[in-house]
């Protein structure tokens, strides 16, 4: 009786993993649908930076606290226009080479990089987030040097450009 229930828990714990490793490849494939295919087609060479490709602490942090969302993609209205924006982390197929870009869009799907950043020695320790305030409705991105620092990307509407403000060290 004990060897069937050893198996039966093995073989459960197994189909478990599975699923599990299942459901982590659905939400990147389904993270990764949520961009539009032009937006990612204005970068030719590049693809969005991997949970993998990050250092092992960086992703279990990553997939412990943030499980749903991708850490490569934030998208919201960054300049108030009311159209979805993208700031990516993006990967040169072919080398360490790593950026940060946000584009603003358009009602056509047109999309502009407003920002363009060089993050190749952080790559292994970077990720985005969100932030949304209640005195705005605009989105603004956190980057995270995962336990190196912060700093908040926000749309400056007098400048029309990006602005930087670093939030921790």
């Known amino acids: 009786m004990k060897k069937h229930t050893i198996l039966n828990i093995s073989v459960l714990a197994t189909l478990l993993a ?31 930076l991997t949970l993998k490709e990050r250092d092992s602490d960086t992703g279990a942090f990553l997939a412990g606290h943030f499980p749903k969302s991708n850490p490569s993609v934030v998208h919201g209205d960054f300049d108030g226009d009311g ?4 700031a990516l982390l993006l990967k040169d197929d072919k080398s360490p080479m790593t950026k940060l ?5 358009s009602n056509d799907d047109h999309c502009r990089n407003v920002y363009e950043r ?6 292994d320790l970077v990720f985005l987030r969100p932030v949304t305030t209640p005195s705005s409705k605009l989105t603004r991105i956190q980057v995270t040097y995962f336990e ?9 509407e007098k400048v029309k450009k990006i602005k930087e403000v670093q939030t921790a060290d």
């Open 83 to 86: 159209h979805q924006d993208y």
């Open 18 to 48: 599975s699923l599990l490793s299942c459901v982590g490849i659905a939400t990147e494939e389904q993270q990764k649908s949520t961009i539009p295919s032009s937006v990612l087609a204005n970068f030719p060479g590049y693809h969005l």
């Open 101 to 105: 870009v946000v584009l603003l869009c």
């Open 118 to 123: 060089d993050v190749t020695m952080y790559s």
């Open 148 to 156: 190196k620092g912060k700093v908040l990307l926000y749309w400056n």
